[in-house]
């Protein structure tokens, strides 16, 4: 089993920066690829930013492209999020999750991969 706590979020304004963190335990997170996903009130649950387990592959959601990071820090069991340039569309619960070393990394942009989620943190930009 593994645990996912994120932190980080809070309320900021647009053009700010956040960064997101995501503290594992249970289990060593070098062996998982691990994604952030995002869901804002009405909407599904949607795709962020995925990263490998050894930090050296990541995809990204146009949306977030150029102005989101995501990296991870083995050592730590930790991954982060990155937020820069934010917008208010960018108002969200964050939700971290993991995936198992095993997964097809073309399908890490879709909820169903992934094994083990947070709780979620509360992202909220002001125009």
């Not at 593994?2 to 995501?22: D, I, K, T, Y």
């Not at 102005?67 to 917008?87: E, H, P």
């Not at 995936?99 to 709780?119: D, F, I, K, V």
């Amino acid at each position: 089993q593994v645990q996912l706590v994120e932190s980080g979020g809070g309320l900021v304004q647009a053009g700010g920066s956040l960064r997101l963190s995501c503290a594992a335990s249970g289990r060593t997170l070098s062996s998982y690829h691990m994604g952030w996903f995002r869901q804002a009130p009405g909407k599904e649950r949607e795709f962020v930013a995925v990263v490998n387990w050894s930090g050296g592959r990541t995809v990204y959601a146009d949306s977030v492209k150029g102005r989101f990071t995501i990296s991870r820090d083995n050592a730590k069991n930790t991954v982060y999020l990155q937020m820069n340039s934010l917008k208010p569309e960018d108002t969200a619960v964050y939700y971290c999750a993991a995936a198992g070393g095993g997964s097809r990394w073309s399908y890490l942009t879709q909820p169903h991969e992934y094994n083990y989620w947070g709780q979620g943190t509360q992202v909220t930009v002001s125009s």
